[in-house]
């Protein structure tokens, strides 16, 4: 027998307290369940059934990996991840990290274990990760967080699928990557030598945080903005802002060092608190237009002396992107599901989608088109520049259309692309969303794009912009081309 208990959530700074309606077996009642985050006190609301057994240190040491935390257990509502279609914790992961030990144990790669940095350089280079990504978080947001001060932060890297989160003395190597049926996927690198270096997988305990609303209820990426002491200990109480390319510039990149130059405009970043009174007490002109960080800590143990502030801006929009791709896949795939569980009960084509099945899709192709189209994007006052070869490189990439642009391309000066759709449309993820979420979105992208009025929603995007996307999607994505074409 299963009984249905109501649970009450706590509000978060950007979250109204909801329910939800947990199925338990009658007889077993839930347990409290803390946010395992350091410095967070549950609410007293904060009950959770008990699913899974408390973590090891180590284990959910990746669970925190490389973004700020959530300052209490969010409410969302999720999808059923766990369960069929997606099974996520019992599904084998085919990612690029999944892949490069595949290769470790075939023999077919090594990597290479230094003094300081361990293996990171190693799995950097193996990953394609490339190191001018570097960016530095002094926040105490990971359970080594004896080992994180604003003069030793930890660094992360990243590339269009994966991150690695690096701590100075640090027991491992937090990964994070996307993968295309699973969503977020999380491994842990022990940073010692080995003879065959073993990523291990978490099978679930990274979803206490890193499955909610701030991730779209589907294990994904985020990342947050702190007000953060000297000693890197978050302060919860004063606020935290969830970071995109949505959020205004004066609430980003609190508890993380930011090389760059940007003008008249002010953040969070490079600066800590050092009162109760905390927003009063943040020198957001001392943290403006940092190039050098060498007068706030000792950048030679890192593979880089920046945080580049480009670099910065690339990872806010695409964490979010992760989890729109994500989202449209596992709700279109358990939409699926479930409609040839109906249709199998109610003895009609499982190739009919009924109405329910349709809105789902639709809804979250709408959603994803939305986010990769950069609706609501921050304007920039005035240019922003990074220090490092970041901005170079990346505006350098390929593939490029007829006339030489590409998606890739920055503009820095207005908004971050000179072409403002998401790069992430050449991700593996994004190309094997199932095909009916995948048409709806080209559909949708053809609709907007070549709308001989200003379509509604995407006033933003000058006639002039809606072109060249158009031209650079037509002529770099050939599925998406083959779907425009008339039937």
């Not at 190039?291 to 920046?306: E, G």
């Not at 950069?374 to 350098?396: I, T, W």
């Not at 048409?439 to 000058?462: M, N, Q, Y």
Request: glycine share 6%; hydrophobic share 35%.
């Amino acid at each position: 027998m299963q009984g249905k208990l109501w649970l009450g959530y706590a509000p978060t700074d950007d979250a109204a307290s909801t329910r939800r309606s947990l199925t338990l077996p009658v007889g077993v009642a839930p347990s409290n369940r803390r946010c395992l985050h350091a410095g967070v006190v549950p609410s007293p609301l904060e009950l959770l059934p008990p699913p899974r057994k408390l973590m090891s240190t180590r284990t959910l040491f990746t669970c925190l990996l490389l973004f700020a935390p959530l300052p209490q257990v969010a409410s969302a509502q999720l999808l059923e991840f766990e369960r069929p279609p997606i099974d996520y914790n019992n599904r084998d992961a085919d990612n690029p990290v999944a892949r490069l030990q595949t290769r470790l144990d075939a023999g077919d790669v090594t990597l290479e274990f230094k003094d300081g940095t361990g293996y990171l350089e190693s799995v950097l280079a193996a990953l394609e990760i490339p190191q001018e990504s570097q960016l530095l978080v002094f926040s105490k947001t990971s359970l080594q967080l004896h080992k994180i001060t604003a003069s030793r932060p930890r660094a992360v890297y990243f590339n269009d699928d994966t991150y690695i989160g690096f701590v100075q003395f640090g027991d491992v190597l937090e990964i994070s990557t996307a993968d295309p049926e699973l969503g977020g996927v999380f491994y842990t690198l022990k940073q010692e030598p080995q003879e065959t270096p073993q990523f291990v997988r978490d099978r679930g305990q990274c979803l206490t945080c890193h499955a909610s609303s701030k991730t779209k209820g589907v294990p994904g990426h985020l990342v947050r903005s702190v007000f953060a002491a000297r000693s890197g200990q978050p302060a919860y109480g004063s606020g935290t802002y969830l970071t995109d390319h949505r959020s205004d510039f004066a609430r980003r990149f609190g508890g993380w060092y930011i090389t760059g130059t940007h003008g008249d405009l002010r953040h969070m970043g490079n600066e800590t608190i050092s009162s109760t009174n905390y927003r009063e007490m943040l020198d957001r002109e001392r943290g403006a237009n940092v190039v050098d960080l060498s007068d706030r800590f000792d950048t030679t143990p890192y593979l880089k002396p920046t945080s580049d502030l480009v670099a910065k801006l690339v990872l806010d929009h695409q964490t979010q992107m992760h989890n729109y791709i994500a989202l449209a896949g596992m709700e279109t795939r358990s939409a699926l599901h479930y409609n040839r569980v109906m249709a199998a009960a109610l003895e009609r084509p499982a190739d009919e989608l009924t109405d329910s099945a349709r809105r789902r899709i639709e809804s979250v192709a709408e959603k994803l088109v939305e986010y990769m189209l950069f609706v609501d994007e921050f304007p920039l006052s005035g240019p922003v520049k990074g220090v490092n070869r970041f901005a170079e490189d990346f505006a350098a990439r390929e593939p490029r259309d007829g006339q030489g642009r590409s998606l890739f391309q920055l503009d820095l000066e207005k908004r971050l692309l000179r072409y403002p759709c998401s790069w992430l449309v050449y991700t593996e993820s994004f190309e094997k969303l199932p095909v009916e979420v995948y048409r709806r979105v080209a559909i949708r992208l053809r609709d907007v794009l070549t709308d001989p009025e200003e379509p509604a929603g995407f006033k933003h995007l000058s006639r002039s912009d809606r072109t060249a996307i158009f031209e650079i999607l037509r002529d770099t994505k050939p599925r998406l081309a083959a779907l425009w074409q008339p039937e």
